[in-house]
């Protein structure tokens, strides 16, 4: 999101485990975080393409309700999918300004 200038989607979320490579790998506990999440709030939840099975297996479209899930194989994916297609300004914040430390006869001594 901040390399991108995309903010993630709002009500949007995302459980799974990736490889270096990018390939976004199945997950335990599927029902559990899908439930998790509609209690949230949350309207989307991406998921991994192979936990598909579990999705269908475990929760009804009365259980969904209204979440959408989507499910991904790869990191450019959950980024197409996580992301919102517009990039957002981001305010430039000035760097604060600092003094100068005093070198030499003014200088604070240290007592000991």
């Given at each position: 999101?901040?390399?991108?200038?995309?903010?993630?989607?709002?009500?949007?979320?995302?459980?799974?485990?990736?490889?270096?490579?990018?390939v976004?790998?199945?997950?335990?506990?599927?029902?559990?975080?899908?439930?998790?999440?509609?209690?949230?709030?949350i309207?989307?939840?991406?998921?991994?393409?192979?936990?598909?099975?579990?999705?269908?297996?475990?929760?009804?479209?009365?259980?969904?309700?209204?979440?959408?899930?989507?499910?991904?194989?790869?990191?450019?994916?959950?980024?197409?999918?996580?992301?919102?297609?517009?990039?957002?300004?981001?305010?430039?914040?000035?760097?604060?300004?600092?003094?100068?430390?005093?070198?030499?006869?003014?200088?604070?001594?240290?007592?000991?």
């Open positions: 999101s901040l390399l991108s200038g995309r903010p993630v989607k709002d009500r949007l979320a995302m459980t799974g485990e990736m490889t270096l490579s990018g976004v790998l199945p997950i335990g506990g599927v029902k559990e975080k899908v439930l998790g999440a509609k209690r949230a709030g309207k989307e939840v991406l998921l991994p393409a192979d936990n598909e099975p579990n999705v269908v297996a475990d929760l009804t479209p009365e259980i969904l309700g209204d979440i959408k899930i989507t499910y991904v194989h790869t990191l450019d994916e959950v980024l197409e999918h996580a992301l919102q297609k517009d990039p957002v300004a981001t305010p430039i914040v000035p760097e604060p300004e600092t003094k100068p430390k005093r070198i030499g006869p003014e200088s604070p001594r240290a007592i000991h």
